[in-house]
């Protein structure tokens, strides 16, 4: 694992905490902070790391958005999902952005099944599976669908049905600092 710098480590996770709680709040990731994130993020490794550090930056910032977009072309997330990892991907290049995106999913996964089960909607959620799964094999015949996350986030009971991504973007950054802090004593010891 990459030791992550104490700066760039800093801005993410303070920008991931504000996302996690505008997400569970109100599930939305607001453009207000995913935009100056992105940017700042590629100026700081334009000017400290010069052309090789603004590669990297945009490395990031590709994979972070090319992770996720397909997921959201598909209605199942919404865009400052995508726009929030594309700008850790700024701030944290590659590979670090693919272990946030990792221990997120693996967040994410474990929320929605403790929803499943909390809810009692696993019938409705195998249902759903399918269409998912039905989805991806007509990707190019039909992106979306009427069911959008948008229209989700509307229902009553919108925090029994949805896994707020914002948040488990926090949790997976908090993981992956705790992991690199642990890793790098190891080393040194």
Not at 33 to 45: I, K
Not at 51 to 66: H, K, Q, T
Not at 131 to 138: E, K, N, S
Request: charge should be neutral; proline fraction near 3%.
């Amino acid at each position: 694992m990459d030791h992550i710098p104490i700066f760039p480590a800093s801005i993410v996770l303070v920008a991931a905490l504000v996302a996690a709680v505008t997400d569970v709040w109100k599930f939305k990731v607001y453009n207000a902070l995913t935009v100056p994130l992105l940017l700042t993020g590629l100026a700081y490794h334009g000017i400290m790391g010069g052309m090789a550090g603004l590669l990297g930056s945009i490395m990031g910032v590709l994979f972070g958005f090319g992770v996720l977009v397909v997921i959201y072309a598909m209605g199942g997330m919404g865009a400052g999902d995508v726009k929030l990892m594309a700008a850790i991907g700024a701030w944290l290049g590659m590979p670090l952005t693919l272990y946030v995106f990792l221990a997120s999913s693996l967040a994410t996964g474990a929320y929605a099944v403790f929803l499943i089960l909390w809810a009692g909607c696993l019938r409705e959620t195998w249902i759903n599976l399918q269409i998912v799964a039905f989805r991806v094999m007509a990707f190019g015949h039909h992106l979306g669908s009427d069911d959008r996350v948008e229209a989700e986030v509307m229902r009553a009971d919108r925090h029994r049905r949805l896994v707020p991504f914002g948040a488990m973007v926090a949790v997976g950054i908090v993981a992956i600092i705790v992991w690199c802090g642990q890793f790098a004593q190891v080393i040194a010891h």
